[in-house]
């Protein structure tokens, strides 16, 4: 009797011929899953007990200070966002919760201390053990975030990660060559938790003298991985350079894809629902009215305020800088931003705020009449005017043009199956939708957000609002499909290297002007 691994799907206890057992490995495929739009086909034999999804581990890799937590919160929120449960298990936490145990100076990372190399090596393992205990409770992708940088640790961890058959391992190495991103990383970690009760100079002097003792063992991924046939994924400089190999499996694609599409840059991302249109007026969902009264005086003052904002954000930008200039200099260390002097500090401010406001703004809003109208004030000679269709309002079908109060006397059952379950509800008839549905459509817009560095604003509409700020807010499924969008607010989101900033403004009407909410 031996267990046949058909796909990650399916599972069956039966004697197989040779020729069987060959077609079936050729059959496994590449675990091609999206949740909500894709069901595999299983079998009456099946065995309940043994079904399980594929699974995937990615092993960061890289010296410190190159971005690799940065990278894994932000393909963990991506991943969550498509709805693949995914968590982040980092084994710098488990070290600082033993650290009374342990000295957690530089020496701690020397490779030469046999004992210590011992010590961090259990640690790594400690945190693989909790990683694999989770997705067998069920899930999907687990990210073990830490350095990782030598092939003996590597291959201990790919040793383990073999006896589990349904998990893939991808290997994420994090490289970083430019100068200024390592020097502001550096400075960044003085912010963390290893050394935020340090002086500066005695925290800069003693992680520098930990990152030497990384690249005393450090070995890249190459040869090695290779040899073996171990997918990987190289990041240059936070994604300006990305080298793939032997990419297999859909959720392995799904990252790489991913990583391949976003950057640094410092922006404005502006998330608007429709001005009001005559629908919402009489409670009507769906349809494409235009807007109503109330709605055209909202997207006039829209178009003021998002021009006041671009100033507003340029001068904040330059202001920030400032002040973080100021506060190295006040720890004794070297400014970030050269300049030769021949300026002073508030014409290089000003300068910095002009060449801010005069690069490019986008603005998308969806192929809907009451949309493309809330964009009317906008100059398109100043401003990158797109009208999308992945951002049109969730398809209701055969309940479009109807009120919920409507919908709840005529289709009940429908009323009743949406409100226990938003998420993958999706409405009866020819093109309905779901929120899953909408998710899929739009991840295009995701990545060229991701994408692009210049400012943006998105006028669409309630359901498509609640999936786009889930994704940049990090809200988990259940709260997403409930968020609270009201009519005539803005949102703004300011990435940031530590995660999202966001803000929140509401237009009141009798004073025709936005107040920011906390």
């Not at 969550?80 to 145990?101: C, D």
């Not at 990660?161 to 990383?185: A, F, H």
């Not at 520098?208 to 190459?222: D, F, L």
């Amino acid at each position: 009797m031996q267990w046949l691994q058909l796909s990650p799907e399916i599972s069956y206890n039966h004697n197989y011929s040779p020729l069987e057992m060959a077609a079936a490995r050729q059959h496994r495929g590449s675990g091609f899953d999206v949740p909500g739009a894709v069901h595999s086909v299983t079998t009456p034999r099946l065995d309940k007990e043994m079904q399980a999804d594929a699974k995937l581990v990615i092993i960061m890799v890289g010296l410190p200070a190159r971005g690799k937590s940065y990278i894994v919160k932000k393909l963990r929120r991506y991943l969550n966002w498509l709805q693949y449960e995914t968590k982040v298990f980092n084994v710098g936490n488990l070290r600082r919760e033993h650290e009374s145990e342990h000295e957690q100076s530089a020496k701690f990372f020397d490779p030469d201390n046999e004992e210590l190399k011992q010590i961090r090596d259990k640690l790594a393992l400690d945190v693989l053990e909790n990683l694999i205990t989770w997705l067998k409770e069920g899930g999907r992708v687990a990210i073990h975030d830490a350095t990782n940088s030598t092939i003996e640790r590597r291959a201990l961890l790919l040793k383990r990660l073999k006896q589990e058959p349904q998990i893939r391992v991808l290997l994420l190495e994090s490289l970083c060559t430019d100068e200024r991103i390592l020097e502001r990383n550096f400075r960044l970690k003085l912010l963390g938790p290893d050394y935020k009760n340090r002086p500066a100079a005695e925290a800069m002097a003693d992680f520098k003298s930990r990152v030497t003792n990384y690249e005393k063992a450090y070995q890249p991924i190459g040869d090695w991985e290779e040899e073996r046939d171990i997918q990987y994924c190289k990041l240059v400089n936070v994604g300006k350079k990305v080298i793939a190999c032997n990419i297999s499996g859909y959720l392995s694609g799904q990252c790489v894809f991913y990583l391949m599409n976003f950057n640094l840059a410092e922006r404005q991302i502006f998330l608007t629902r429709h001005g009001q249109s005559e629908d919402n007026v009489t409670g009507r969902i769906g349809g494409d009215a235009d807007l109503s009264p109330a709605g055209r005086k909202y997207a006039d003052a829209l178009a003021r305020f998002i021009k006041e904002q671009r100033v507003q954000f340029a001068l904040d930008l330059v202001q920030e800088q400032h002040e973080r200039e100021e506060i190295w200099k006040s720890k004794g260390l070297e400014p970030l931003e050269k300049t030769d002097g021949s300026h002073t500090p508030e014409e290089l401010m000003q300068a910095k705020a002009a060449s801010i406001c005069n690069s490019q703004f986008t603005i998308w809003t969806s192929m809907l009449k009451r949309a493309m109208s809330t964009a009317q004030h906008f100059d398109p000679d100043e401003y990158d005017i797109k009208h999308i269709r992945f951002l049109n309002e969730i398809n209701a079908s055969i309940c479009e043009g109807m009120t919920y109060e409507e919908i709840a006397n005529v289709y009940p059952d429908e009323y009743n199956m949406r409100k226990q379950n938003k998420l993958f509800y999706r409405y009866p008839g020819i093109g309905g939708e779901s929120y899953m549905d909408v998710i899929h459509r739009t991840q295009s817009m995701i990545i060229e957000l991701e994408r692009m560095s210049q400012s943006c604003l998105i006028i669409t509409h309630r359901v498509v609002m609640r999936i786009l700020l889930g994704y940049l807010t990090d809200m988990s499924r259940e709260e997403m499909p409930h968020m609270d969008v009201p009519m005539h607010t803005l949102f703004e989101v300011r990435p940031k290297p530590y995660g999202n900033e966001i803000l929140k403004w509401r237009y009141v009407e009798h004073l025709d002007r936005f107040v920011q909410e906390q």
